[in-house]
């Protein structure tokens, strides 16, 4: 088992446009969640997924991001229009629902909006 | 809603000696998890130790323990015989009714020699 992989690792983009990342989960967890983390702060919930479905979106999730796991495997979350706020780390988390609600975290997408 | 928090910004530690680590916690719920997870600078987010709120015996992994309080709502972490390796943020965490994890503020831990 690989773990919990993100692509890319990085990414800096320009104000205004559209940047777009992957998470791979763990291969028999059927939960998949979505967190950002600003520097010096825990990571904080947007999204998550059972299967393909999307059961819940925190407030953070404005209109500009959206998520989606089209077939209950990798999933992507897109934000549209960035903005200097957007500049944070998103973590992908995966866990299966027959536990005890532990989550496997991945490495993480640094974004830096300029 | 439930909130975690975490009021050591900063704690060091000699290598070879015990800290604790405090988080207590706000929630109305009666079935829940709590969690510590270690973040080391630049790497990625690893699950420490878990406790179940229904579990009065405190959850041990090697040199990692917890002290869980439930009515005190309180969830500290010892680590004992400090290495380098330990030095990382340690947040704590708790899951509940609704799948997602709320996380403290973390704690940095530093480890001396």
């Known amino acids: 088992d690989t773990g919990v992989s993100q692509d890319p690792r990085h990414k800096i983009t320009k104000r205004g446009q559209n940047v777009t990342f992957r998470c791979d989960p763990i291969?028999?967890?059927?939960?998949l969640y979505w967190y950002r983390q600003t520097l010096g702060q825990g990571p904080e919930f947007l999204t998550y997924?059972?299967?393909?479905?999307?059961?819940?979106k925190s407030r953070l999730l404005s209109d500009r991001f959206s998520a989606e796991r089209p077939k209950g495997s990798f999933s992507t979350l897109e934000i549209q229009r960035t903005e200097q706020g957007d500049s944070a780390m998103y973590l992908c988390?995966?866990?299966?629902?027959?536990?005890?609600?532990?989550?496997?975290f991945g490495p993480g997408t640094r974004l830096t909006v300029t | 809603a439930q909130t975690v928090t975490q009021s050591q910004p900063e704690m060091s530690v000699q290598e070879a000696e015990t800290v604790t680590l405090s988080c207590t916690y706000d929630?109305?719920?009666?079935?829940?998890?709590l969690f510590w997870y270690k973040q080391p600078p630049s790497r990625q987010m690893i699950l420490v130790i878990r406790?179940?709120?229904?579990?009065?015996q405190n959850a041990t992994e090697n040199r990692f323990s917890v002290n869980f309080q439930k009515a005190a709502k309180s969830f500290s972490l010892k680590i004992s015989d400090s290495q380098l390796g330990d030095a990382a943020m340690y947040f704590c965490?708790?899951?509940?009714?609704?799948?997602?994890?709320?996380f403290g503020t973390g704690t940095r831990l530093q480890v001396t020699l």
């Open positions: 291969s028999e967890h059927n939960r």
């Open positions: 997924f059972q299967n393909e479905a999307q059961l819940e």
């Open positions: 965490a708790y899951t509940g009714t609704a799948s997602k994890l709320t």
């Open positions: 406790q179940e709120a229904y579990k009065q």
């Open positions: 929630t109305s719920e009666s079935d829940y998890y």
């Open positions: 988390a995966s866990s299966f629902s027959g536990t005890s609600g532990e989550q496997y």
